[in-house]
């Protein structure tokens, strides 16, 4: 099968951290938070992260393999080049080189142009903007090998934006109206009934190039990570009940008893 796909023009380094990746498996998958990978917790068969309100994040993918790999990256079920939803065969794809590492940091909406990921409430999401809610909270990467090497391999460093879904990427004034930036969320309290979504942040320089590519028929990794505020952790069971905010609140006390020095003995 052979597919235009998307790769980086600027390759970027590797780092270390806890990530979705299961031993033996070509791709590593971290999600990263002001440069810290954030924890990933296993629990009834799902890997979880901890969604951190109003802040960015980026997407690390590590190719632990010696070959090319091609990876169809989905937030909120929503594809990071072009926001559709569809079946990872059909989907756009990032393109890995052996070895090699990529950050994607945010929804691609042209050929140079990125708009940043951030963790937020279900109703100011980019899924919420488009009509789109049923995948919110789950990022998802299905991940191709290279069956080939493609004869003619061609690399256009300024090829056309991908094609939008029906209804469109928002342009940058309507998503402005439709979507608050990352830094007028950070000061709001995470509120009890709210579930984590991700929405579409301040614009980037994130300049792509498409490459052709013949891979495999089927995909030889998938990787689903669930991302929720600690609060809903701690009503799946995932993190303990310690951690929960309000039981904290619930410990907290004005004067401890009153203590003097000790005399020696």
Known sequence: MERFLFTLTVWMVSFLGLSAHPPASPLELQVRVNDRCRPVYSHGGKHYIEALKGREYTLVMINHSDRRLAVALAVDGLNT?????????????????PHGTVEISGWQVSSDRARRFYFTSESDSYGAALGQTQNLGVISAAVFREKAPAVEAEYRRDAP????????????????????SSLEKQNHDEKSED???????????????????????NPVQTINLRYEFRNSLVRLGVLPQGQDRLDRREHAQ???APKWCPEPR
């Open 81 to 97: 080049i072009d926001a559709r939803h569809t079946e990872p065969r059909k989907a756009m794809k990032w393109v890995l080189e």
């Open 161 to 180: 934006a991908p094609a939008a879904p029906a209804g469109g990427v928002p342009p940058e004034s309507k998503a402005r109206g439709e979507l608050s």
């Open 195 to 217: 579930f984590a979504a991700t929405g579409m942040g301040d614009s980037m320089s994130h300049r792509v190039e498409r490459v052709r590519m013949e891979l495999e028929p």
């Open 254 to 256: 004005g004067f401890e």
